[in-house]
């Protein structure tokens, strides 16, 4: 099966903005999102994302939960507070065990968006237990 390009596809995805703090692995999506047409741009941290999203209006967001200064998810819902910001669609992007801390599946006291996170995952069908 050939893979995605920027023409093709029914949502008429052009531009995605890459929030991932790991520079390497920023630097890797970008490439393959490129090849495949796509107009991308990568930022390490979330507070850097709020200052670019409203100029470039990309038709997607790839988030790591786990960015510096502020998380993916804080920026997520700044998002969705902006009528233009809650119309893109976000992909969140962690580590496995950022994910289980973030769902108390490791001995500690759940965070403030423990909740958040099991539901949109729950509502998947997904179960961490």
Known sequence: MPGLCADQGEMG??????VERVNATARAMERRLRRAGFDTRAVDNAGAASTVVFGMR???IILDIDT???????FHEYLLTTTRGRRIPVLYLTRHDTLGSLLGTA???PTRHHSHTRKALNATG???R
Do not use: A
Not at 13 to 18: D, H, N, S, T, Y
Not at 68 to 74: A, F, K, L, N, P
């Open 58 to 60: 990309p038709d997607l």
């Open 68 to 74: 510096s200064r502020y998380s993916g998810i804080d």
């Open 13 to 18: 995805l052009r531009k995605v903005l890459i």
């Open 126 to 128: 997904w179960n961490p």
């Open 107 to 109: 001995q500690s006291e």
